[in-house]
């Protein structure tokens, strides 16, 4: 039997069946009245009036005018009280979490009753005091070691005692301005109750069943009820830790001794056996202690756990305890699709709900997501509400909108653009507020949005998505009425007392999410139950298993975080860690007490912080039963096997050849690709996979640096050679443009809207960050000191700037001919005099570093091992692209109609204005005399080179498309350490 049928028995016989209306019932909390309420109908066996079923905190707040507002009121109105006292400038978010320490604490002195006068005795007044009478000695000795070692204070301790002076006061005026409004913090309302006379206790008995530790307003009111013969008391115990000064059994051995258990064996009824009532720990037990490498192993252990044995069948004699409420959402998915009866009772963070992401994607939208023309959004927070989960239920339009946007790379989207669909929701997002600035309508907008959530998940049967969202819905509600817009960008509450910015809005407004869990409703009755540890009180269960047993979790929240010195708490009998240990020993063995299936989880990878122990209690629970006798020791292994991945290499098969057949241009990125790794060709070209592109335009990686230097050069030489490149650029031209620092600025600022921010109209201003700003400075003192270089070279003349060249090319594929197209971008074709010849020179910008040597043949630029350090992939591009200007009859024709000798060109900006930089490529050469040193000879006519070059092009273009060569993986693992492929690979 369970205590709470014991407890029905007991009443039954004692009070009968047709006297059970003019009875009260009390509890510690709601959840135990159901099912001592199902246990009088079974043991009655008929209908039966029931009796009422109250809570203990309810009892108090019944027999009190005052009301409790919720804690973001509370908390208000103590910051009022405190800059009145104080006179702090201190801001409301810095306030609010102490600030509901500071509440804690009054609520501590009044459940407890302590003299608060007394209490916040001024320090420097102690050792002058000469009335000790009121102290007892406990009290005494403790107070005597805090205020002796304050003698010597330090600045810290003169801190201290500064708010220390305060707080007496703070707590006499907060009390005042409450009871003026009507109200108390609980503490006060339950204070107030306790030492009035005892009017309108209206019932004949008052039962109070499963109490533990009692503060001293629920002493006092338990010995006046007693008093007055209307008292009645059932405790929750067993013998096995009732004696031995055993911390679980500390208060129930107080209470014991000072109001009467009606189970006792002196005043139980006789049909109960009271040895049976509290001595289950003698019964045996099956334990079992499993240690687990995650929280996530724990929770898929559920389903395991529930088949064994058939536990599932036994719906609500089964329990799964979570120490951690965090584990709920994964504890959700892990039970046997079978089970369709799970009643959930524990409250679920708020803040690791995704609603939360969603408000806190909206507000940032806001607060941080505007660009400053205030008619732009910055892309990246567009894109964290339209990819939200929870964004189909607002519109089935925010898919297309992120597509479109995220194609098309608009990462300054205005807000006509959001807006152009006429989807009304989609507008309420997008263009619901008017300015980042007027943040009044933030909390009603988010409120309205949340509205929109609801409506659209109507159909969706997730209850914590529904809760989530009314709780969400309800805490923005309760925020806004509290609060009112002053002017500007400050918020102050309606008492016009405190004035809040929009940063602090948004940190009041995550405290306050952090504070908040979602409560689950169900018949608690039927079905396998799911709850925290403090659900489980005065309920017995079967199986029970405790999952997240950790040091940490069970006992959860120790410390002694209060404005009270921890030796006044002991000295007035506050609550201390001690108090909350014990507490929590309690619930730790009240729940394994009456249970015989017991399996206890506890997660034992270790971090910096000290996780993986299991918790206090299981260790005391191996002690007390001799080491490890009747605990069965496991540990849960995740189902995953460490493995050593090899890349194996992929055989080009039908599908493969086909669309090979059907590739006829390639880039010089794209053979280099190739030459890098098979794979990463294959993955790129034939699977046409692609890396997700950053929705950041704020942040500028290599490639974005490279590409604006590229455009803003473009414009900067377009500039200087005039219309249609008909301009010889002069000295005297470079010289007038490094004077004007306006047309390189214009240059810059342009390339940057093209290639950072994704905008073409001219008439966007970029707002640079301190990042940007410094990247635009570099950028700018690169193209300087390209200007200088060509400057010293001129005169040159510009032919093509960013132009596309091709160049045909035909190989053999197994006796069969094959046109490709070789196609690429050359950043600058120029005319220039080199060595007395007029010579086009193929230039390549790179704004990387130069390599650390050079190759020393054609051969040598096709060799897969030399990338990193020879830079071969910028050879092949430079040489492809002059091989297609001097051999390509098109490009001929169009930019080479002199036949001139075309060398190709790397300009490193880094090693431009060193001495005798010279940026045509070289390859090494023997020393005709047969010795050991080499030497560096310039390409300054591709001419030279150029059948060995396409000879090794071709060879190496056929392997890419011969059937019968796989995409083999690269062998240099160092190239895998940054490939966007790698995870497919299964690295």
């Known amino acids: 039997m369970t205590f709470l049928q014991y407890v029905a028995k007991d009443i039954l016989a004692k009070h009968g069946e047709q006297n059970l209306s003019d009875i009260a019932i009390v509890f510690p ?157 609980e503490g006060m309302l339950y204070r107030e109750v306790s030492e009035k006379e005892l009017n309108n206790f209206h019932y004949k008995k008052y039962i109070f069943v499963g109490f533990n530790l009692l503060q001293k307003v629920e002493q006092k009111l338990f010995v006046q009820l007693m008093d007055m013969d209307k008292a009645e008391f059932y405790w929750d115990y067993d013998e096995y830790y009732l004696g031995n000064k055993h911390e679980a059994g500390r208060y129930i051995a107080e209470n014991l001794k000072r109001f009467p258990n009606e189970l006792s064996v002196e005043r ?34 559920i389903n395991n756990w529930l088949e064994e044995n058939e536990r ?42 995704p609603i939360c992401s969603l408000v806190s994607a909206l507000v940032d939208l806001q607060l941080k997501g505007r660009a400053d023309d205030d008619l732009h959004y910055r892309l990246k927070y567009v894109n964290r509400i339209l990819t939200h989960p929870y964004a189909k239920y607002i519109s089935d339009n925010c898919k297309l909108i992120y597509d479109d946007l995220n194609t098309h790379k608009q990462y300054y989207p205005s807000i006509e653009y959001l807006t152009s669909s006429k989807d009304e ?44 969202i009314f709780r969400m819905y309800t805490l923005m509600q309760r925020l806004d009425d509290i609060m009112v817009v002053k002017k500007g960008d400050h918020i102050q509450d309606v008492e016009n007392k405190e004035v809040v910015s929009t940063i602090i809005l948004q940190r009041l407004l995550n405290q306050l999410i952090d504070s908040t869990s979602v409560p689950f409703h169900g018949e608690p009755a039927i079905g396998i139950q799911l709850m925290g540890v403090l659900e489980t009180r005065n309920l017995d269960f079967e199986h029970i298993l405790l999952l997240s047993c950790n040091e940490g979790n069970l006992p959860k929240g120790i410390n002694d975080a209060s404005f009270i010195p921890h030796v006044i708490r002991k000295g007035y ?159 005297e031209k470079i010289e007038a443009c490094l004077k004007d620092s306006s047309m390189l600025s214009e240059c810059l600022d342009q390339a940057f809207r093209e290639e950072l921010f994704n905008v073409k109209d001219s008439r966007f201003v970029p707002k640079y960050n301190g990042l940007q700003l410094l990247n635009r400075k570099v950028l700018k003192a690169y193209l300087t000191r390209l200007l200088r270089y060509d400057q010293l070279n001129a005169p040159l003349k510009i032919i093509a700037l960013e132009e596309d060249f091709s160049a045909k090319m035909a190989i053999n594929i197994n006796g069969k001919e094959k046109e490709l ?72 024709a169009s930019v080479n109609r002199q036949n001139l000798p075309v060398s190709p060109a790397l300009l490193f900006i880094r090693k431009v204005g060193t001495e005798d930089y010279n940026p045509t490529l070289t390859l090494k050469t023997d020393d005709p005399n047969g010795g050991k040193t080499t030497k560096l000879y310039p390409i300054n006519d591709i001419e030279e080179v150029a059948d060995d070059f396409c000879m090794e092009l071709r060879k190496l273009l056929e392997k890419i498309f011969d059937p019968s060569i796989p995409f083999s993986p690269t062998d240099n693992k160092k190239r895998c350490e940054y490939c966007p492929y790698a995870n497919l690979c299964g690295i």
């Not at 600035?437 to 009603?444: C, E, K, M, T, V």
């Not at 090979?660 to 241009?665: A, P, Q």
């Open 821 to 892: 197209t070789l196609r690429g971008q050359v950043d600058r074709l120029d005319q220039v005099m080199v060595d007395e010849k007029e010579t086009i020179r193929v230039v390549d910008y790179k704004t990387g570093s130069p390599s650390k040597s050079t190759p020393s043949n054609i051969e040598d630029i096709f060799n897969p091992q030399n990338i990193e350090d020879k830079h071969t992939d910028y050879y092949l591009q430079a040489f492809l692209y002059a091989y297609s200007i001097r051999r390509d009859p098109e490009s001929q």
């Open 29 to 185: 909390n709601k959840r135990a009245s159901l099912f001592l309420n199902e246990a009088l109908y079974e043991e009655a066996k008929q209908p039966l009036w029931s009796p009422t079923y109250i809570t203990i905190s309810d009892l108090f707040r019944n027999h009190s005018d005052l009301k409790i507002p919720d804690q973001i009121s509370l908390i208000f109105r103590l910051y009022n009280v405190y800059q009145q006292k104080t006179g702090s400038a201190e801001s409301l978010d810095h306030f609010y979490s102490w600030g509901q320490l500071m509440l804690s604490d009054f609520d501590d002195i009044d459940k407890n009753m302590a003299e608060a006068d007394k209490l916040f005795i001024d320090i420097d007044a102690w050792q002058n005091m000469k009335d000790f009478t009121f102290l007892t000695e406990e009290q005494r000795k403790s107070l005597e070691e805090f205020f002796g070692a304050m003698i010597d204070r330090t600045e810290l301790q003169q801190k201290f005692s500064d708010i220390w002076k305060n707080l007496g006061p703070i707590y006499h005026a907060y009390r005042e301005e409450l009871r003026s409004r009507g109200e108390a913090y």
């Open 573 to 731: 009998e506050l609550t201390t860690i001690e108090n909350k240990i014990a507490i929590y020993a309690y619930y730790f063995y009240s729940l394994l007490q009456r249970a015989n299936d017991i399996t206890l989880v506890y997660n034992n990878a270790t971090d910096d912080s000290g996780q993986g122990e299991m918790s206090r209690f299981m260790l005391q629970y191996m002690v007390e039963n001799k080491g490890y006798q009747n605990i069965i020791r496991k540990t849960l292994l995740s189902g995953q096997t460490v493995t050593t991945t090899t890349q194996h290499p992929i055989e080009k098969s039908e599908a493969i050849q086909n669309i090979l057949d059907k590739i006829t241009t390639l880039s010089p990125t794209a053979i280099s690709r190739y030459l890098r790794c098979n794979l990463q060709f294959f993955y790129y070209s034939i699977c046409n996979l692609r890396e997700n592109s950053t929705d950041d335009a704020e942040e500028i990686d290599n490639p974005t640096f490279g590409n604006i230097f590229h455009k803003a050069a473009q414009y900067i030489y377009k500039q200087l050679s005039g219309s249609k490149y008909s301009n010889i650029i002069t000295k």
């Open 312 to 353: 599932k069948k036994d719906g609500r004699k089964t329990a799964i305890v979570l120490s951690d409420e965090q584990l709920l959402q994964s504890a959700i998915h892990c039970f046997p699709q079978d089970v369709t009866a799970v009643n959930i009772t524990t409250g679920y963070p708020l803040s690791a709900s």
């Open 425 to 468: 929701n989609i507008k309420l997002i997008f263009d619901g507020m008017q300015a980042s600035n007027d943040i009044i309508a933030i909390l009603p907008w988010v409120s309205k949005i949340l509205q929109q959530v609801g409506l659209g998940a109507q159909e969706n049967e997730d209850a914590l998505l529904h809760e989530s």
């Open 268 to 301: 139980a009824s006789k049909s109960i056996d009271v040895d049976k009532v509290y001595r289950n720990f003698k019964e045996e037990k099956q334990i079992t202690y499993i240690s687990a490498r995650s929280e996530n192993v724990q929770a898929r252990y």
